[in-house]
C-alpha cells in the first residue's frame, strides 16, 4: 500500500510565546510530523494540551529553561527515542525518534546546532569554539548514522553553506553562520552520511534560497537579507521518495513572527 508523510522543521523561536503561529502553520500546511527548534521551555511546561488538541498525541521533547530545546511531534507513534549529547555538549540540542512510514521506521533526527556569538574567532570567543567543535563531531556521527539508510536530518544547522545560501557571499565571508571555517564543516558532515540536501534538489544553484531574515531590518522582505540556516536532509535511499520539499516565507510576515521559516517535505512510497 503507497504511503505519504509530510515533514515540516521551524525554529519557532519559543513554542509558547507563538502557539498561535503553529496552530495557523499546521491549519495551513497540515504536515504528520513537525520538528521544533528553540522551543525555549523545560519539557514539563511545553504546551502538550493544544497541540493534542491539533491532532499530535506523540511528542518526544528535549529542552530546558533558555534560548535551545527540541521537539519532534507527531500524528504517527514515535519509537526509539534517543537524546544526544553532541560532543560533550550539555545543552537540549538533538533529538531522534523513529516514526513509521511505507511500513518500516524512519529515523527523524532533530538538531540545533550552536549559533557561535558574533565573533568567528575560535581563539577568542568560545561559543564559536563549541560551534565548531560541535560540527566535527556531526561528522564522525553523520558517517555511521547517514549511511544506515531510511533516515531524516531535519533542523536549525545556523549554518548558510553555499554562497546562493545568503544575500551577500562576499560581505559574509566573514560573519558567523558562512565563515569558510563552519560552511566547510557543514559540507563535510553532509558528505560523511551521504545525505541529500532537500531543499536543493528542488531549488538548485544558482538560485538563493533563504529561512532566515533578521529582527534587525525594519522592512525584511524589501531588504531580503537572508540566509539559509535551516536545513532538511534525507539519507540517499529515500532521494526517490523526496515527492516535494517547499520553503515557508510567508510566516515571516505574520504578526510578532520567528525570524525563521518552516520547511516541508513530502516523502511517498
Not at 569554539?129 to 544506515?148: E, H, N, Q, Y
Not at 531510511?150 to 533542523?155: D, E, P
Amino acid at each position: 500500500m503507497a504511503d505519504r508523510l509530510k515533514i515540516a522543521t521551524w525554529n519557532v523561536n519559543s513554542i509558547r510565546s507563538r502557539m498561535d503561529h503553529v496552530a495557523r502553520f499546521v491549519d495551513e500546511n497540515a504536515p504528520d510530523v513537525l520538528c521544533l527548534q528553540e522551543t525555549r521551555c523545560p519539557d514539563g511546561s511545553f504546551p502538550s494540551s493544544p497541540l493534542r488538541k491539533l491532532g499530535y498525541e506523540h511528542f518526544v521533547l528535549n529542552a530546558k529553561s533558555g534560548h535551545h530545546g527540541v521537539a519532534i511531534l507527531s500524528k504517527r507513534p514515535l519509537s526509539d527515542v534517543v537524546i544526544e549529547r553532541t560532543a560533550g555538549i550539555d545543552e537540549p540540542r538533538h533529538i531522534a525518534a523513529t516514526v513509521p512510514f511505507a511500513g518500516a521506521p524512519l529515523w527523524l533526527h532533530n538538531l540545533y546546532v550552536p549559533a557561535g556569538g558574533d565573533e568567528p574567532d575560535a581563539a577568542v570567543n568560545p561559543r564559536f569554539a563549541a560551534k565548531i567543535v560541535f560540527l566535527d563531531a556531526l561528522t564522525s556521527w553523520s558517517a555511521v548514522v547517514g549511511r544506515a539508510g531510511r533516515g531524516v536530518l531535519v533542523g536549525d544547522l545556523n549554518v548558510a553553506p553555499l554562497p546562493e545560501d545568503v544575500w551577500s557571499h562576499k560581505q559574509l565571508l566573514s560573519v558567523v553562520s558562512h565563515t569558510p571555517a563552519e560552511t566547510e564543516r557543514l559540507e563535510a558532515v553532509r558528505i560523511a552520511g551521504g545525505w541529500v540536501d532537500a531543499v536543493r534538489k528542488v531549488r538548485p544553484v544558482p538560485e538563493k534560497v533563504f529561512t532566515w531574515w533578521s529582527y534587525r531590518a525594519k522592512d525584511w522582505k524589501a531588504a531580503d537579507r537572508g540566509r539559509r540556516l535551516d536545513h532538511l536532509w534525507v539519507t540517499a535511499d529515500l532521494d526517490a521518495a523526496l515527492a516535494a520539499v517547499e520553503v515557508r516565507p510567508e510566516t515571516r510576515d505574520w504578526e510578532r513572527p520567528s525570524d525563521h521559516v518552516p520547511i516541508v517535505a513530502t516523502l511517498t512510497a
